[in-house]
């Protein structure tokens, strides 16, 4: 999501506040708060009214393209793909007043910032210079700062390699490079950069940046696995280090105990958000970045990859107005996504959504986020005690991981409302010996859990060079499916350049979903086995994730060597 901009004249920013309440997105009050405001600060409405917490960026988008006909970007804040600018002169930039943002070959798209989005003979030289059939994405931004930001980015290396090149040739000052100045003709800061450009463009979910004893290993996790993208010499670590502990606010003379920081960029048009943390070494600081997306962070509940069955039996377990639902899995298993996506499904003005997290991923908008502060004394017990005097309908805690915060959330579950949380077990039954291990009663257990959601996250295979096969006998006794004729057939991994010879692009969730009636409650209460939970959840139809799993192999979704990585299939030996 781009950063938004209200037009510069008053009369027009007054026609977006009234855009917005005759969408019924402000009311009268809010408009009159945010332009008494505007009188006193001179700020644009447009970020008056996102900051006062009154809409959300993309809801000033949609206003703006109502009242303007077009999407605006804010150049300060972007980070200019090198592919982009390969393709347009300078000098057609500047004559024309547009700045290229990003380039996409595979998808045969081009995003360009606009002074002027209607000018008929801009686009016209702008479609001649592109290759044929690119589709154009329209921004707009003012004239001076185009102008401005052609003169930044124009005439530097942007590439990682060019950047390189530049460094290594010794065409700047090694002394300038040890000092990590931020100005932009600094390469290292054009180097840090272009490596979050190309971890965002490569959907990693992280970036390790890893010192060694003699050189700097760069690794991004891709769909789940991490790989190795660069090895720079260790001359360069120090200098990147200093640059991204400036950009995360951290305390850059610090470097004996770990840090934590937050960046926020606009990268190929949209806003993205940095988990920075940084952890002392034997070698020097490493520092890891959790890429947050929002766009992908915040999935429509009807998109989370479910059966059609599937999502009705998760929304008949968010219906109920009161209990715990619990989301289970490893660390990385897309549990955050899960909960965003049912309270994305619930947030209405009609209710009252809070959450205590460690640390908040994605703002929401109308939701009540708080982050857990040890220093503040904040944990999740405390927060969720505060939280229940804030009037709350649907309360999440970001994790169950001790009596206290167990006891607390129960509480909130039993005084009715919705409560929602996660927790560290291999399957949905292991959360009831998980939260009796953690000290919680089966008497308050029953009739207080609405359902319990076990995940994992596995790759897709690329639907352009996947192979198609027949199974194994070994393979059709790990699916359960010994002795089957004919055998079904399934895809292994192959590689290509559309998925950069790895076999696999982008991922998808496999869930079980198991909901609490009153006979489960019932075998809780007198501390049934969890063998005897599963074998009546299994009478009623759940299907646990080797069964899952399964069903994505024979659609040709995934491959069974993948989801023998995640999930335990030696049990249908």
Known sequence: MADVLPAAHPPQRRLIGEVLRAQGVVSEDQLRIALLEQSRSSQLLGRLLVALGFISESLLRDALGESLGQRAVDLGQAIVDPAALQLIPREAALRHHLMPLDYRAAAQKFTVAL??????????????????????????????????????????????????????????????????????????????????????KRDASDIHFEP??????????????????????????????????????????????PQDGRISLTISGRAVDFRVAAQPTLHGENLVLRILDRHKGIVPLEMLGLEPQQTELLQRMIARPEGILLVTGPTGSGKTTTLYSVLNHLNAESINIMTLEDPVEYPMAMIRQTAVAEAAKLDFANGIRAMMRQDPDVILVGEIRDADTAAMAFRAAMTGHQVFSTLHTNSAVGAIPRLLDIGVLPDIMAGNIVGVIAQRLVRRLCPHCRIAYVAEPHELRLMGRDGQRPAPTLHRAAGCELCAFQGYRGRLAIMELLRFDDDIDELIARRATAREIRRLAMARGFSPLAAEGVRRVLDGITSLAEIARVVDLTERR
Do not use: C
Request: aromatic share 4%.
């Open 115 to 200: 002074a002027d989005p209607h000018d008929i003979v801009a686009l016209d030289k702008l479609r001649a210079m592109l290759p044929p059939q690119t589709q154009i994405e329209t921004l707009l931004a003012g004239e001076a700062e185009i102008a401005r930001s052609v003169d930044q980015h124009y005439g530097h290396k942007l590439s990682i390699d060019g950047i390189l090149r530049e460094i290594e040739t010794g065409e700047i000052d090694r002394h300038t490079l040890a000092g990590a100045s931020d100005a932009y003709s600094q390469p290292v800061v054009r180097l840090v950069d272009a490596l979050l450009t190309d971890a965002v």
């Open 212 to 257: 060694e004893a003699n050189f700097l290993r760069i690794r991004y996790r891709i769909d789940g696995m991490l790989r190795q993208i660069r090895a720079l010499h260790k001359s360069y670590w120090s200098a990147m280090a200093v640059r991204l502990k400036v950009m995360s606010g951290m305390n850059i003379a610090e470097t004996r105990a």
